[in-house]
């Protein structure tokens, strides 16, 4: 990615910023990009007294007088960090940035703020500063960086690949999942996926030996496209753990004259065994109708329909394993059986 030009800044002159600065104008920017249009450090200093710039951190400034958003002076932060296309947003700085899965608002997430997670990009010293940045330092390829409201950040996949050496491999595989499962665009207004599992192999091989390598190897090794939900993934983790068949994801049943009639989370075709994790909103009259009617044609097609609750998930999702491994030894599996 080419070296983001430094947004512009008014010059000291009478005409200084409105009080009033759109959000579209304000941006923040370093001290050597207000010095070199001409501020002098007591231009800058007059300026916040005035309130007509806003000291954002040292060294970092914004137009505009004060910013009550604490998501815009976040932002206006990490725009003045990475200005110098030296810097990118990285670890969970990134993923609130972007937005990823589980970082994002409404997901239980915090919000974005310091101290900030920033790369220095080209592999030189990292910057730190006390309560504000927490410096990392790394050769990041131009592919793998993006911009985000006028922020260079890494890109979900080398983000996903720094979150390693902070999680644990579970919580890589369900991250995973999410990142490279294919969107419902009738229920979420997107057609592609954030990444695939090609780009995801190839930055984890660009970083062998580095912090929580080995960890997003292993994750790596057990994501799989599919999974609508984390507790999908968690469950089919659970179950390939207890050492049972690998269930397909998300997959087709079929009826006798090939048209699709369900789309189990989790199936084990050969035992005829559908598996369907159901949230709180399955509680809902109409819900629960149709998932009895579901039911009752699976039944009539010769297949066991298993329903998973949240009380199923206690003690790491013992009782649904148990649950679904009553249903393999009925039909005809067995502890090490080849097939």
Same mark, same amino acid.
């Given at each position: 990615?080419?070296?983001?030009?430094?947004?512009?800044?008014?010059?000291?002159?009478?005409?200084?910023?409105?009080?009033?600065? #759109?959000? !579209?104008?304000?941006?923040?920017?370093?001290?050597?990009?207000?010095?070199?249009?001409?501020?002098?450090?007591?231009?800058?200093?007059?300026?916040? &007294? !005035?309130?007509?710039?806003?000291?954002?951190?040292?060294?970092?400034?914004?137009?505009?007088?004060?910013?009550?958003? +604490?998501?815009?002076?976040?932002?206006?932060?990490?725009?003045?960090?990475?200005?110098?296309?030296?810097?990118?947003?990285?670890?969970?700085?990134?993923?609130?940035?972007?937005?990823?899965?589980?970082?994002? =608002?409404?997901?239980?997430?915090?919000?974005?703020?310091? @101290?900030?997670?920033?790369?220095?990009?080209?592999?030189?010293?990292?910057?730190?500063?006390?309560?504000?940045?927490?410096?990392?330092?790394?050769?990041?390829?131009?592919?793998?960086?993006?911009?985000?409201?006028?922020?260079? *950040?890494?890109?979900?996949?080398?983000?996903?690949?720094?979150?390693?050496?902070?999680?644990?491999?579970?919580?890589?595989?369900?991250?995973?999942?999410?990142?490279?499962?294919? @969107?419902?665009?009738?229920?979420?207004?997107?057609?592609?996926?954030? $990444?695939?599992?090609? $780009?995801?192999?190839?930055?984890?091989?660009?970083?062998?030996? $580095?912090? %929580?390598?080995?960890?997003? !190897?292993?994750?790596?090794?057990?994501?799989?496209?599919? *999974?609508?939900? =984390?507790?999908?993934?968690? /469950?089919?983790?659970?179950?390939?753990?207890?050492?049972? =068949?690998?269930?397909?994801?998300?997959?087709?049943?079929?009826?006798?004259? %090939?048209?699709?009639?369900?789309?189990?989370?989790?199936?084990?075709?050969?035992?005829?065994?559908?598996?369907?994790?159901?949230?709180?909103?399955?509680?809902?009259?109409?819900?629960?109708?149709?998932?009895?009617?579901?039911?009752?044609?699976?039944?009539?097609?010769?297949?066991?329909?298993? &329903?998973?609750?949240?009380?199923?998930?206690?003690?790491?999702?013992? +009782?649904?394993?148990?649950?679904?491994?009553? #249903? /393999?030894?009925?039909?005809?599996?067995? =502890?090490?059986?080849?097939?």
């Amino acid at each position: 990615m080419s070296r983001p030009a430094p947004a512009s800044a008014p010059g000291p002159d009478p005409s200084r910023p409105s009080r009033r600065v #759109s959000r !579209r104008a304000v941006r923040g920017l370093p001290r050597a990009a207000w010095q070199s249009r001409g501020y002098s450090d007591e231009d800058l200093r007059r300026g916040v &007294r !005035r309130g007509e710039l806003l000291r954002l951190g040292r060294g970092l400034y914004s137009a505009g007088l004060t910013v009550d958003d +604490p998501a815009l002076q976040a932002r206006l932060t990490l725009q003045a960090l990475t200005a110098d296309g030296q810097h990118a947003a990285s670890h969970a700085t990134a993923a609130a940035l972007l937005g990823l899965p589980g970082h994002r =608002p409404g997901d239980g997430a915090a919000p974005l703020g310091p @101290p900030f997670h920033l790369t220095r990009v080209d592999g030189r010293k990292a910057l730190r500063r006390d309560g504000l940045v927490l410096g990392y330092r790394a050769r990041v390829p131009a592919s793998q960086l993006v911009r985000v409201a006028g922020v260079l *950040s890494t890109g979900p996949a080398r983000t996903w690949v720094d979150l390693a050496r902070e999680s644990t491999v579970d919580e890589l595989v369900v991250l995973a999942d999410q990142l490279i499962r294919i @969107p419902r665009p009738e229920f979420e207004g997107i057609v592609e996926p954030w $990444t695939d599992l090609e $780009t995801l192999r190839g930055v984890v091989q660009g970083r062998r030996g $580095t912090p %929580g390598a080995a960890t997003a !190897r292993a994750a790596l090794e057990l994501a799989r496209v599919g *999974s609508d939900s =984390p507790r999908e993934t968690q /469950l089919r983790l659970a179950l390939h753990r207890a050492g049972l =068949p690998e269930p397909e994801v998300n997959a087709w049943i079929l009826d006798e004259s %090939g048209r699709a009639v369900h789309q189990p989370d989790l199936m084990l075709r050969r035992w005829r065994i559908a598996i369907n994790y159901e949230g709180r909103h399955h509680s809902d009259p109409l819900q629960i109708e149709r998932d009895v009617a579901r039911q009752e044609g699976l039944q009539l097609l010769g297949w066991e329909d298993l &329903r998973i609750t949240d009380r199923r998930s206690r003690d790491v999702w013992r +009782p649904a394993v148990e649950k679904v491994t009553g #249903s /393999l030894l009925r039909a005809g599996w067995w =502890p090490g059986c080849p097939w």
